[in-house]
């Protein structure tokens, strides 16, 4: 079993930034790919960025350029650090891990005009 745990979201200007955590406990050695989803309110979840074991990211076209995934391994936690934030990006933000299908309780970014 894994357990992760989001934190780090809250209210922002539009312009401004947020860095969120996803911080992993239990069986992690087993964990293959970590990722991020969002889902606003009323619309369905959809990916946002995505590390591999090896250190590889992808990203959504909606947020390259802005958003960088990355992990510290010593602390078993993977990060999303969000730029330039739109009100676009107000959404649950769930942290996710693979294998086999892990998911976190969400924080919520709010995204100010």
């Known amino acids: 079993q894994v357990q992760l745990v989001e934190s780090g979201g809250g209210l922002v200007q539009a312009g401004g930034s947020l860095r969120l955590s996803c911080a992993a406990s239990?069986?992690?050695?087993?964990?293959?790919?970590m990722r991020w989803y969002r889902q606003a309110l009323g619309k369905q979840r959809e990916l946002v960025a995505v590390?591999?074991?090896?250190?590889?990211?992808n990203y959504a076209d909606s947020v390259k350029g802005r958003f960088t995934i990355s992990r510290d391994n010593a602390k078993n936690t993977v990060y999303l650090q969000m730029n330039s934030l739109k009100v676009e990006d107000t959404a649950v933000y769930y942290c996710?891990?693979?294998?086999?299908?892990?998911w976190g309780q969400g924080t919520q970014v709010t995204v100010s005009s």
């Open positions: 996710n891990a693979l294998p086999p299908d892990y």
């Open positions: 239990g069986s992690i050695a087993s964990i293959n790919v």
């Open positions: 590390i591999m074991r090896d250190g590889s990211t």
